[in-house]
């Protein structure tokens, strides 16, 4: 098992620009979410999915948006990229959102916005 | 407001002592309790969690305490080695969210 993997590692975007943020999980889990982490500032979650189809938002979910049209697959999008969203993305995946909240994390995406 | 509070930043502990790292919640709601562990470049990666309903949680070298009355958990870890050596983040959880706390960087002297 690959796990949780993300797409790209690095990205530089200018104010103004789109992109997406990939995220993909191999482990048939049921549970995804994305969080952001910024100095002094822990991880702080964005937006989340308990299945296909279904989504919500976290404690921070504007200027993104997030889809989840498979089991495996949970992207990520930035419409109109700000300097205040540099940071460090991580996207996680859980088996289900009722147990002990195990989650796997892949191992981020560092984006930088000037 | 936080609701998931670490307020030591850093801790340093010599190397075969016990690490405690300490966490504050505001919530009595919250179901579980996590701590991740994560170093640089990399993903956290879970280390232990503690359901609401328990006072105490063993695996290997890591324990994890929860008073619910003062509203605050623990990590210990014993003797602490050179790996651990990393940002430990706390974490709650309650339906589908998970508040993290904002980490204790842990370094383990030689």
């Known amino acids: 098992n690959a796990g949780v993997t993300q797409t790209p590692k690095f990205q530089v975007l200018k104010t103004g620009q789109s992109m997406t943020l990939q995220c993909a999980q191999d482990?048939?889990?049921?549970?995804m979410s994305w969080y952001r982490q910024d100095p002094g500032m822990g991880l702080r979650l964005i937006h989340y999915?308990?299945?296909?189809?279904?989504?919500d938002q976290g404690e921070v979910p504007n200027g993104y948006n997030v889809s989840r049209s498979t089991t495996e697959d949970f992207p990520l999008r930035l419409l109109s990229a700000a300097p205040s969203q540099t940071s460090v993305y991580f996207c996680?995946?859980?088996?289900?959102?009722?147990?002990?909240?195990?989650?796997?994390f892949g191992p981020g995406t560092r984006l930088t916005v000037t | 407001d936080q609701q998931v509070k670490q307020n030591s930043p850093s801790l340093s502990v010599q190397e075969g002592r016990i690490s405690i790292l300490n966490c504050d919640y505001t919530?009595?709601?919250?179901?579980?309790f996590l701590w991740y562990k994560k170093y640089p470049a990399e993903g956290p990666t879970f280390l232990i969690s503690?359901?609401?309903?328990?006072d105490k949680n063993e695996d290997g070298r890591f324990t994890v305490f929860l008073n619910k009355s003062a509203k605050h958990l623990s990590l210990h870890i014993v003797p602490s080695q050179p790996g651990d050596s990393a940002v430990y983040f706390c974490?709650?959880?309650?339906?589908?969210?998970?508040?993290f706390g904002k980490g204790t960087r842990l370094h383990i002297l030689p």
């Open positions: 996680a995946s859980s088996y289900s959102n009722i147990n002990t909240y195990e989650q796997y």
């Open positions: 482990m048939n889990h049921e549970y």
């Open positions: 999915s308990v299945g296909a189809g279904i989504t």
């Open positions: 919530n009595s709601m919250f179901d579980y």
């Open positions: 503690i359901s609401s309903i328990k």
């Open positions: 974490a709650a959880s309650k339906d589908d969210k998970i508040i």
